[in-house]
Nanobody
Framework: QLQLVESGGGVVQAGDSLRLSCAAS????????MGWFRQAPGKERAFVAA????????AYADSVKGRFTISRDNPKNTVYLQIWGLKPEDTAVYYC??????????????????WGQGTQVTPSS
């Protein structure tokens, strides 16, 4: 059973940077596309970013382009989400997820099979 554990969230000042990590275990990490989603209070879970198995393709939500960068370290079985210039509207629980469509950076939550428990990010103004 593939397991995902997110870390790196917290309460930070608006304008600060943050790097979220998601460590995978229990399966072949390099076979999967990895994605980040977020769920703000009172809203549905929304796509943030995705990266294909080899890191060759990425996708971003329009709302985060230029401020968020997704990357992965396959030998460490870890995917990262670097966030610059945090805004109050970035407040959400951030989830990482696994898609078995290894060569497609899907933006659809329904393409993702395994999910982590999430990490809270709260930029304070």
């Amino acid at each position: 059973q593939l397991q995902l554990v997110e870390s790196g969230g917290g309460v930070v000042q608006a304008g600060d940077s943050l790097r979220l990590s998601c460590a995978a275990s229990g399966h072949t990490f390099t076979s999967y596309t990895m994605g980040w989603f977020r769920q703000a209070p009172g809203k549905e879970r929304a796509f943030v970013a995705a990266i294909t198995s080899g890191g060759g393709r990425t996708a971003y939500a329009d709302s985060v382009k230029g401020r968020f960068t997704i990357s992965r370290d396959n030998p460490k079985n870890t995917v990262y989400l670097q966030i610059w210039g945090l805004k109050p509207e970035d407040t959400a629980v951030y989830y990482c997820a696994v898609s078995t469509r290894a060569f497609y950076a899907s933006t659809y939550a329904t393409d993702y099979t395994y999910w982590g428990q999430g990490t809270q990010v709260t930029p304070s103004s």
